[in-house]
């Protein structure tokens, strides 16, 4: 879905705009990078590759309700 706002805009303010929003990623990863590479070595890191863990066979339960 569009925002009505963003297709008033000019083809130069939308480019500025997109402009603006990959430059905060790329900040962003820049930032996230340094801190990984700062890390001491013993520091346990925010997530693991491995993912979790769930043990035996885990049961599924769903909701009936429909339209809530």
Do not use: C, W
Request: proline fraction near 7%; glycine fraction near 6%; charged fraction near 30%.
């Amino acid at each position: 879905m569009v925002d009505s706002s963003f297709s008033d805009l000019t083809a130069e303010q939308r480019f500025k705009q997109v402009a603006a929003i990959l430059a905060r990623g790329v900040r962003r990863y820049h930032r996230r990078l340094r801190r990984s590479q700062s890390r001491p070595e013993n520091e346990v890191p925010e997530s693991s590759p491995a993912g979790l863990e769930v043990p035996g066979n885990p049961r599924l339960s769903v909701s009936r309700r429909f339209g809530v």
